[in-house]
């Protein structure tokens, strides 16, 4: 099972940015579409954005949409995500997911109003 690892996280300022990365440990990587999902504390984690295997397809969530950007690196077996514009509401461990039961160990996202 591929293994995903999540960094970038930290404290950001209301309206300041942050870029997340999530690495795989596999070549095969670039055969999986990856999605990311977040968790703010004492709530179910929710979708964020995806992105297919080859990258021509993106999807957000509303909430993110015009302020996200999902983008990925299959040579450097890396997923990214762009996060501008932050709101307090962002605030959330941020997770990668393959959505074949292998995820990341997450990441802290602090957005400080």
């Known amino acids: 099972q591929v293994q995903l690892v999540e960094s970038g996280g930290g404290l950001v300022q209301a309206g300041g940015s942050l870029r997340l990365s999530c690495l795989a440990s596999?070549?095969?990587?670039?055969?999986?579409?990856i999605d990311w999902f977040r968790q703010p504390s004492g709530k179910e984690r929710e979708f964020v954005a995806s992105i297919s295997y080859s990258g021509r397809i993106t999807a957000y969530a509303d909430s993110v949409k015009g302020r996200f950007t999902i983008s990925r690196d299959n040579a450097k077996n890396t997923v990214y995500l762009q996060m501008n514009k932050v709101k307090p509401e962002d605030t959330a461990v941020y997770y990668c997911?393959?959505?074949?039961?292998?995820w990341g160990q997450g990441t802290q996202v602090t957005v400080s109003s």
């Open positions: 596999e070549r095969t990587f670039n055969t999986y579409n």
């Open positions: 997911t393959n959505g074949l039961g292998s």
